[in-house]
Every structure is written in C-alpha cells, then in structure tokens.
C-alpha cells in the first residue's frame, strides 16, 4: 500500500533516476544486437564464396591453397556461430524469445535428429548411438527449440571428443518427466568449470578453441522456459554427459480439468490489508493469485499465465513502473493487461502509467463496481485483441497459416539451417486448371477442391513441418532437416493423395508441385522461395499432375513467378 514517502519529490527523482539507467542499459543491448545483425550478411556473403572455392566454381585449388581455403571456412564458420549465439542471448535476457508449445512426440523428434545428425559425427570419425524408450513420450515442447537444444549438445560432443569415438543419445520417461541424456567419450569438464558451464562466457568452449560457451548459456534458457531443467556431469569412465529432463503431458492440464473456468487475476499489492479486501471483491469471479511485491509480481506472472494483472504502482524491491517494463518486455506476459492501481491522481503519473503500456489506471480509493467494472472491460478488449490477432496470421477458408505467418516461420528455420548446416526443403503446390473448375462448376465447388487440398496437405505433415496458403490456390510447406529427394517424396505423396480425394468427389482434383533444397551458398529466403517456384512452374509448363525439383542453378521463377512478394 502506498505511504507517505511515496509521494516525496525525492522519491519520484529516485523512480525516474531508475527508469533513465534501464532506458540506456536497453539502448546498450538494442546496439548489441544491430551489430550482430549487421555482421551476418557479410559474413555470409564471404562463406557463400568460400564454398564456391571448395567446390571448384572458381577454377581447381592446389593442396595448399585447399588448406588454406578450409582453414578461412572454418574461421567464419566460427563467427557465424558467434554472432547467432549473441542474438539468441540477446533476445532470451531481453525476453525476446517466443515459444510456440503444442503437444509432440518427443521420441520422433530425437529420432529424426540423430538420424541427421549420425552423417555429422561420420564426418568426425565419431560414432552417434540414439538410445529411445520404445514407447511414445509425449511432452509439450516448440520442436524447433528443443531440436536446437539437442543440435548444440551434440555439437558441442562432436568438437571435443577426439577420433575414433562415440556420441551416445538417450531418450526415456524418468517418472512424471522425460529424460534426454547426450554422452560423449571425451576428455571430460574441467572440475572448475563444471559448476558454471551454463553461464555466458564460462571459458569451456573458449579454453578448446570452439567458441564462447554462450550455446549452453541459451541451451539452459530453452529448457527452462519449458518448464525443464539441464545438468551436466563427468562421467565415471571418462567423458561428459549432458542431462535434459522435461514434464510429461501438457503443463496446462491440470488447470484444463480444473472445474472452474474463470479468467485468472494476478493482484500485486504490498499492504496485506489492502489485498484481502480487493481479493474479497474479485474472488467470486475470477482464479486469483496475489504477490506482495514488483519481483513476486512477476515472478508469478511468467508462471501462472494471469488473463489480467493489477498492480499497486508503489511497491518495495521493484516498482509499478518497472515492473510493468518488464511484463511488457517478456513475450510470455507482453499481451496481458495491467490496471495500475495508485493513490497519486496527478496527469503525469497516469500519462506515465499508460506510456508504458498500462491498458487503465484505477485511482484509490475506488469502489468494489468500478472495480469490477474495469477489469470485465480489460479483459473484453484483450480477448478482441487476441481474436483479430489470429484472423490476421490464419488464411479464413482453409484455416492454415497465411502468407505473412509463413514468412516469419521461414526466416525462423533458414536462420537454424544456416546455423547448424542442416537440410530443408521448400515445397510450392499449385491447384491444376482451376479456373476451368470454377467455370464449370461454380466457385463454391473450387472452394470446396481448395480446402481439400490444404486437408491432404495438413495430414502429410510430421510434426516438425510447416504448411500455408500461400495466396489463391498455392500452397507452400517447409520441412527442415529434409534434402531435396526426401522434399519431392513428400510432394508425391501430397499429389497421390489429393487425386484419391478428387476421384472421392467426383471431380478432376490434380496438383502441380516444385520442391526446393536450401542452399547454404545462397541464404536469401527469396532464392528459396525463386527456386521452388521455378520448378513449380516447370511442372506445369510438362504437363501438370507432376512434381519438379528444382536444380542448384535454378534460374528465377518465369511469367507465372511471384516470389519477390506476396501474392495477391
């Protein structure tokens, strides 16, 4: 509850003291992160033309121009790596790292990462076991993440354990959680290191010439932020083994079947009197938990998800203000709306409260209606909000993501192949003549064949793979860790299907499709996106009903083209 000292000049200079040093800190690491951003494209541009010399684009190398060669690859191959661990660590301190968590097979998902990740270790000379439960160990997990988490331990195995050695993965339900153990038959963790191997800067990587230690920094942030927890260990026998456990099941389970459904309050308030008689007022309709202080306030709010916070703006360790910086700057509590509640009725304290983000200001002493009524208002607006939110990255017929949701989950995995070197395809399904099916048979009947479509395509899936709308009657689906062979195995399959679908209807269903690999040489998403729908184009210009891949040398997309921007 606010006190007499809350409202002295002194105190407002200290307050506002306070805010400037975080502004700058935020201006500190906001420099940070445009200059590691700066730093990739030249970066890769240079990679791109060392590979050209690897591969002989550029005319044969001798023996000792090749070492020399390699040896440059290397070199900025590290500094890539550099600078994509500062960004990760960059977004995970701001709290800039989002997840998209939704049920999976955790089994598959290592699974198919050590298959991948088994050619990596033979190009080591190692060997990589992947041990896994027989049975299906479900864990709600954002894939991408957790495959990231798994790439870099692996990775990390892989640079410091000497030839011929092995790289053992092991997967099994270790009571209500899962345990993913990566064992390596190296040297081992210097005793002194162990205890803080997950710091930034821990000098492991460093003192082995592989790096700044900042992937197991971002490894521990991953894990934790679903709910997991990471350790490492020496081994008995010699090497290292590295120990992820995750809870089973879905954490939001339990509140699920919970037999209430109200929306969740989270009330910050430090006068315990004051909070009994707000929380009297709000328990009867709504789930309430309650915080003494700016640090418990948020603290609880990363961990109960609240549907709405309210919050004394005067508070010991951390105040209003601060604390609502925080809410704002942390992608898990970004969206939730925060009443501010205060004694202090002057304009600039209010400008100042909303200016942050404060979606209302409640002035004490305020009446149990008023109350009620703005926080029945708050949570009116977020759940409008959250509405449009979803109409604006989801295609309205077929309900797949939409054009603008596909960008940004592309940019997402070629900045992780590009990272970890792994395979990803890109594949562009068009509808064949359906022009001539709207003109014969009404646009309703095509609307019908277009939702079709994206059914067949949603079913062909794994878990990892990613399908949208691309516009009118295009599709496109990205699948990480899969060459170009493995991409048009996966059209074939969509294309087979979607005929048995057309023969079920009675009408002349038959698609078109071009897959594109991901070239590491060209990392530009519009090449991607240029190449497959090149091949795209290819296939129809044979004949339709069949599937092209496209060739390292594909050139642009033709008349049909669009990839340079959204289609209409």
Known sequence: MERGIEADPRYLELLEANRRLRELGHRKDDAMAVCAHDLRSPLNVILGHVRLLLRGSRGPLGAPQKQSVESIERQVLRMVELVEDLLDLRALERGRLTLERHPGDLKALVEESCGNLAVLAQSHGLSLLCEVAEETIEVSMDPGKIREVLENLVGNALRLTPSPGTIAVRLFAEGSAARLEVRDSGPGIAPEILPKIFEAGSGWRRERRAGNGLG????????????????AQN?????????????????????ASAPTQKPRVLLAEDDADARAIV????????????????????????????????????????????????????????????ILLSAQNDDLTKVRGLDLGAADFLVKPFSGRELLARVAKALQQKSQREHFLAMAQTDGLTGLPNYRAFRARLDEELRRASRYHTELSLVMIDLDELKALNDRHGHAVGNQAIVALANVIRQELRGTDFAARYGGDEFVALLPHTDGENGARFAERVRAAFSITGDQLRLPLHISVGVAEFDHAEPRADALIEAADAALYRAKRGGRD?????????????????ASGEPG
């Open 216 to 231: 197991l920094a971002i490894c521990r942030e991953i894990v934790e932020l679903h709910g997991g927890r990471i350790e």
């Open 235 to 255: 081994l008995p026998g010699g090497g290292a083994a590295f120990v992820v456990r995750l809870p089973i099941g879905e954490p939001d389970r339990k509140l």
């Open 279 to 338: 929380a009297d007022l709000l328990g009867a309709h709504y789930e309430l938990a309650e915080a003494g202080d700016g640090e418990d306030a948020l603290r609880l709010a990363r961990a109960t998800a609240p549907d709405i916070i309210l919050m004394d703006l005067f508070m010991p360790r951390l105040d209003g203000f601060a604390a609502l910086e925080d809410l704002r700057r942390d992608p898990r509590t970004a969206d939730v709306p925060v």
């Open 546 to 562: 069949r599937v092209a891949v496209a060739s390292r040398a594909e050139a642009p997309a033709g008349p049909m083209g669009h």
